[in-house]
């Protein structure tokens, strides 16, 4: 994917030392920095500012922990070691069952919070999770001007929407770890069978390849997430920015004539910035459909109350329950609207009754083949 540079406000470093070519070779650069250009990686600023949401550094791995292992911009996951030299960037992260975590107030030790690339430093963690891998940020990446680089100076372009208006249906879960990916990745697998183009987005969530790399499995494309919009994660950001990110992903994949759209949106329903969006006038006249995943029976009843509650589209539910024949069982009994397990959704015959399902919803399917 050609990733143009976007204009945007720099910060003009005033402490910089030329970067040769041998030490970039040699580090190891993270998922979420895929779309720089890395002839544009001149200088390392050691200025003392404060550190911004998807600015790019240069950092040094001191002490292995939770992650150790980094995912690169070609999907392959590099062994770490302390010593090696990383490119990352800095971002907020939420996730319940790893770490909380915030950008720090200085370029000073932080963590390596997610195997996709984010420096933060960790306010809590999961009590499974080990302590973060521990890492020194050496300095600010910053380009041949000495202005530092950003996220968001490479983004995907704001584009127009095709011919006509594909069919979108968003997965939303439980928790980060409800089976939104496999129900969203399954979903696609069935509809391509089917014979329908599908594209994909992630909507929110913290920068990560795993994700991105199923769904194009799976055989959607084009694909894309909220780190092509120059976010390095969602976490803390205001909800017309999230709602700017959804836009932008479905007008582009839009524009390359797809005729469904999926999007996952992360976290739990409850999550503040998911719960916002969610709730919002955009997402309502934007998804023509809603599934659910999780874990466990229990949480369908109450998630179905509030996806319900809030006038949303809710057509079925999956996820990892399914994987439970007796999960299963009582999730049925538990809601009448349809389960799915990840082969069901995975089969051709899917696409029939997403139309059934739709339909019932008083959504018009004429735009679908």
């Known amino acids: 994917m050609n990733i143009p540079s976007i204009p945007t406000s720099k910060v003009i470093s005033k402490s910089a030392s030329k970067l040769s070519g041998k030490r970039l070779a040699a580090a190891k650069r993270s998922f979420v920095t895929r779309n720089l250009p890395i002839e544009h990686f001149h200088y390392l600023a050691t200025d003392d500012i404060k550190p911004n949401a998807g600015d790019v ?39 319940p069952d790893q770490f909380l975590a915030h950008i720090p ?14 420096a933060s430093k960790v306010d809590a963690k999961h ?25 968001k100076d490479w983004q995907l372009p704001h584009t127009t929407s095709g011919s006509h208006r594909p069919t979108v249906l968003a997965v939303v879960g439980s928790s980060m770890n409800g089976g939104k990916t496999t129900t969203m990745a399954y979903m696609a697998r069935g509809l391509v069978k089917a ?27 084009p694909v894309v997430d909220f780190t092509d919009m120059g976010l390095a994660s969602t976490y803390k950001a205001e909800a017309p920015k999230v709602e700017s990110v959804m836009h932008r992903q479905i007008d582009y ?16 329903i409850l999550q503040t910035e998911t719960a916002a969006l969610l709730q919002s006038k955009f997402f309502h006249s934007m998804v023509d459909g809603v599934f659910f995943a999780s874990a466990e029976a229990l949480s369908v009843k109450s998630a179905v109350e509030w996806i319900q509650s809030h006038d949303l589209p809710l057509l079925g539910i999956s996820g990892a329950l399914t994987a439970s024949p007796l ?34 919803q008083d959504v018009s399917v004429s735009n679908l083949p």
């Open 327 to 360: 999960v299963l069982e009582e999730t049925k009994r538990l809601t009448p609207l349809p389960v799915f397990s990840k082969e069901e959704l995975g089969s051709a015959a899917f696409y029939d009754q997403l139309l059934k399902l739709i339909s019932r």
């Open 253 to 268: 994949l839009g524009h390359h004539d797809v005729d469904i759209i999926l999007l996952e949106i992360a976290d739990g």
């Open 127 to 151: 009590a499974g999770m080990r302590n973060a891998t521990r890492i020194t940020p050496l300095g600010f990446l910053a380009n041949h001007e000495k202005q530092i680089i950003n996220l």
């Open 57 to 95: 550094i240069l950092a040094r791995v001191d002490k292995l922990g939770q992650h150790q292992r980094l995912e690169l911009p070609c999907g392959r996951r590099a062994h770490l070691f302390v010593g090696d030299e990383i490119i990352v960037s800095y971002g907020n992260r939420y996730a």
């Open 195 to 221: 014979g329908l183009s599908v594209g994909a987005a992630k909507v929110t969530g913290t920068g990560a390849g795993l994700d991105y790399w199923k769904m194009r499995d799976a055989g959607a494309y």
């Open 105 to 118: 107030e200085r370029l000073e030790p932080c963590s390596l919070v997610a195997a996709g690339g984010i």
